[in-house]
């Protein structure tokens, strides 16, 4: 009889790690973790809401976006963790400036699921009206 083999359950302390790249802004790091083909979708009713059916689709539609008006990214900090089996619910803030000087102080709620140790759907949520007021106040064009 051949044993089965079941990867590892993601851990708290991976999560933070694989998140740290995050704080200083630099995404770059933490999407070394995230599958190309992720399912990903933001909530809410403004510029970054939709749904983005790849890693690159994500991170054009928001990170890209975001760039143009955080000079310093969106330093997301995890303030909050719950890890289940391949599962992370992640509480994070943002402590941001925008490039008109307005303060993106937004919290964000993710929920992640983790195939293999690598995000392969997110659920965002955030402050839509916040980040909505972002784009008002800063435009990109």
């Not at 933490?30 to 890693?55: E, I, R």
């Not at 937004?106 to 839509?128: E, M, P, Q, T």
Request: aromatic share 10%.
């Amino acid at each position: 009889m051949t044993p089965i083999t079941t990867a590892k359950a993601i851990t708290a302390d991976r999560v933070r790690d694989i998140f740290k790249g995050l704080e200083n802004g630099d995404g770059a790091a933490f999407f070394t973790n995230v599958a190309d083909n992720v399912d990903w979708t933001v909530m809410g009713a403004h510029p970054l809401a939709g749904h983005y059916p790849s890693k690159a689709a994500f991170i054009e539609g928001t990170f890209s976006k975001l760039a143009k008006v955080l000079p310093q990214g969106a330093q997301l900090h995890v303030e909050h963790l719950i890890v289940q089996d391949d599962e992370a619910v992640v509480e994070l803030h943002s402590l941001a400036t925008a490039k008109n000087g307005m303060r993106f102080d937004n919290r964000y709620c993710w929920v992640v699921d983790f195939k293999d140790g690598v995000i392969v759907r997110v659920r965002a949520y955030l402050d839509s009206a916040m980040v909505a007021r972002l784009f008002e106040e800063n435009q990109i064009g």
